[in-house]
């Protein structure tokens, strides 16, 4: 790939004119981090639907052969950013990092490289939606929090996507469905508004390519609240067979994970988070998808049925859900 393409000032976008290659000349202008993730991948699809180009982040050559679209990339991570050149070129940077112990280190690592650099590009972050409140004292939102304070002392624009759980996090249950009818985890009661990466992807598109966001926090959630017994219930309606709900004891639950091979960090993120979830900390819906994309998000309805064949083959279970 020819190195020059990297050197240019990117037009500034209007409301009125939104970032494509219509308004670019075909110059990519955005940075998608976690390319290869479940909202990465998607959004990389959403930008290339509207004809917008994009360059992807990716740790491994070879991750980036399979890309959606047109899509560039670059072989890069967030300990090791891309140099300050090849920075200088995006007006626009999709900040997504796994949830795990050093999230918080490795992606103020990468803010800092977009400041060395000098050009001061829009970043949306992707947190988790609990971050913006300072009493939720779970790990996961503290790292976001950590993250959130570094970007607003660098004074680069911001926006926040502060998704509910995801419903690919079910797939993490697709083996026990399978097996035994039975949806187990330490929930509770708790509802929360379960949302498809692929809406996710759809809210980052938009404010990627328009103007307006910037200082915005925007909790994304799908539909309705639902509760885990709700999930088996619509997870029974779509697959016509008896699924029912089990509340999991924690130390049942941290006894599974460790024993499946969880990081003991990952393990007790993921109690904290479903014990936030059991006391009601996740029950809300929100109407910015529809909002900021003009469709409604995706109940978990249409998703299980986008999804039927990962819940019916004999593959191994996921990890348990990251939030």
């Known amino acids: ?46 930008l290339a639907d509207t004809g917008t180009e994009a360059t992807a982040m990716v740790r491994v050559e070879a991750k ?20 300050a050149e090849v920075l200088q ?18 992606e103020i690592l990468f ?33 976001h929090r950590l993250i959130a304070a570094h970007l607003a002392a660098t004074d680069l624009p911001a926006t926040y996507l502060a998704p509910s759980g995801y419903m690919e996090n079910l797939l993490a249950s697709a083996g026990r469905i399978r097996e035994e009818g039975m949806i187990y985890a330490p929930a509770g009661d708790g509802q929360l508004g379960f949302i498809a990466a692929s809406d996710v992807a759809d809210v980052a598109a938009r404010v990627l390519t328009s103007a307006g966001h910037e200082g915005a926090t925007y909790v994304l959630t799908g539909p309705e609240l639902l509760g885990y017994a709700d999930v088996a219930a619509r997870v029974s309606a779509v697959f016509a067979r008896q699924v029912m709900y089990a509340d999991l004891a924690p130390d049942r639950a941290r006894e599974e994970w ?12 993921g109690l904290e988070t479903f014990d936030w979830i059991r006391r009601g900390g996740a029950a809300r ?12 998000p995706r109940p978990v309805e249409d998703w299980l049925s986008e999804f039927r064949a990962a819940f019916l083959s004999p593959e191994p279970d996921a990890a348990p859900p990251a939030f």
């Open 111 to 143: 803010i800092d490289a977009l400041v060395a650099a000098g050009h001061r590009p829009h970043v949306v972050k992707v947190a988790a939606d609990g971050f913006q409140d300072p009493d939720c004292d779970v790990r996961i939102m503290r790292n």
């Open 258 to 269: 460790l024993a499946r091979g969880v990081p003991p960090w990952d393990a007790e993120a």
């Open 285 to 296: 819906v929100t109407t910015d998808v529809h909002e900021l994309t003009g469709e409604d």
């Open 1 to 46: 790939m020819s190195q020059n393409w990297w050197a240019r000032v990117l037009p500034q976008d209007s409301p009125e004119r939104p970032l494509t290659t219509a308004t670019t000349g075909g110059v990519p202008v955005i940075l998608v981090t976690g390319a290869t993730g479940k909202v990465g991948y998607r959004l990389l699809e959403a």
């Open 64 to 83: 980036g052969d399979d890309l959606p679209g047109s899509a560039k990339h670059i072989v890069a991570s967030f300990d090791e950013p891309p140099p």
């Open 89 to 106: 070129s995006f007006d626009r940077v999709f900040l997504l990092s796994p949830s795990h112990e050093e999230q918080a280190e490795l």
